[in-house]
């Protein structure tokens, strides 16, 4: 039962390089978002998707491009990493209308990304 | 985003005791959510609150969504030393661009046996 997989878990980038972090769920939920978790901030929402071909913005989007061209998978891509953005992220998903039907938001264990 | 107000940030305590955290906000939300985190994990749901006053168990556990909505506390009776982790508020509103959550800055427990 595999749930939310998340890759790679550990990641160092130069500035200004770019890379992909990868997010899939074999649950087939609709609703996918990536977050990130700094030190004392909590966790804060980067973008969403509610389903295939659909993605909005969260909290903190701004460095962040994300597409969902398939149910299965919503893909992270930073194009000019930067070392603020040095974070933990996490990748969530859910069956639709998880806010008010007591359907948990399933989180994957996290990818831990180091800009120097 | 909604600024959520958790506290407290730590809390030091021994095993059998009872914990209590809560969050605040000068926001109303229509859903409030506790989560725990362990090292190296994701967070995972324990209480979910859909409705002003409500009071939900899970086990030890023992969560109130707030009458005036801008409030929650979760409460842990007996503690052991597994519950040791991050504890998070979340609290919810409903957008016309979907749902997003708005968490706290955690609330960190620790148990000694």
């Known amino acids: 039962n595999a749930g939310v997989t998340q890759t790679p878990k550990f990641q160092v980038l130069k500035t200004g390089q770019s890379m992909t972090l990868q997010c899939a769920q074999d649950m087939n939920?609709?609703?996918?978002?990536?977050?990130r978790q700094d030190p004392g901030m909590g966790l804060r929402l980067i973008h969403y998707s509610v389903g295939a071909g659909i993605t909005d913005q969260g909290e903190v989007p701004n460095g962040y491009n994300v597409s969902r061209s398939t149910?299965?998978?919503?893909?992270?891509?930073?194009?000019?990493?930067a070392p603020s953005q040095t974070s933990v992220y996490f990748c969530a998903s859910?069956?639709?209308?998880?806010?008010?039907?007591?359907?948990?938001?399933?989180?994957?264990?996290?990818?831990?990304l180091t800009v120097t | 985003g909604q600024q959520l107000n958790q506290s407290p940030q730590s809390m030091f305590i021994q095993e059998g005791e009872?914990?209590?955290?809560?969050?605040?906000?000068?926001?109303?939300?229509?859903?409030?959510?506790?989560?725990?985190?362990?090292?190296?994990?994701?967070?995972?749901?324990l209480i979910a609150l859909y409705k002003a006053?409500?009071?939900?168990?899970?086990?030890?556990?023992?969560?109130?969504?707030?009458i005036t909505r801008k409030d929650s506390f979760l409460n842990i009776s007996a503690s052991i030393p597994s519950d040791v982790g991050i504890y998070f508020c979340a609290g919810l509103k409903n957008s016309n661009s979907g749902y997003a959550l708005n968490f706290g800055k955690g609330t960190s427990l620790l148990v000694t046996p």
């Open chain 1, 94 to 112: 859910s069956r639709p209308g998880w806010a008010v039907n007591n359907s948990p938001l399933h989180f994957g264990n996290g990818t831990r």
């Open chain 2, 18 to 45: 009872d914990v209590s955290m809560n969050c605040t906000s000068s926001s109303i939300f229509n859903t409030w959510l506790w989560y725990k985190q362990d090292p190296g994990e994701g967070p995972v749901l």
């Open chain 2, 53 to 66: 006053g409500e009071l939900t168990s899970n086990g030890r556990l023992t969560a109130q969504f707030g």
């Open chain 1, 29 to 35: 939920h609709e609703y996918m978002s990536w977050y």
């Open chain 1, 71 to 81: 149910t299965e998978d919503f893909p992270l891509r930073l194009l000019s990493a």
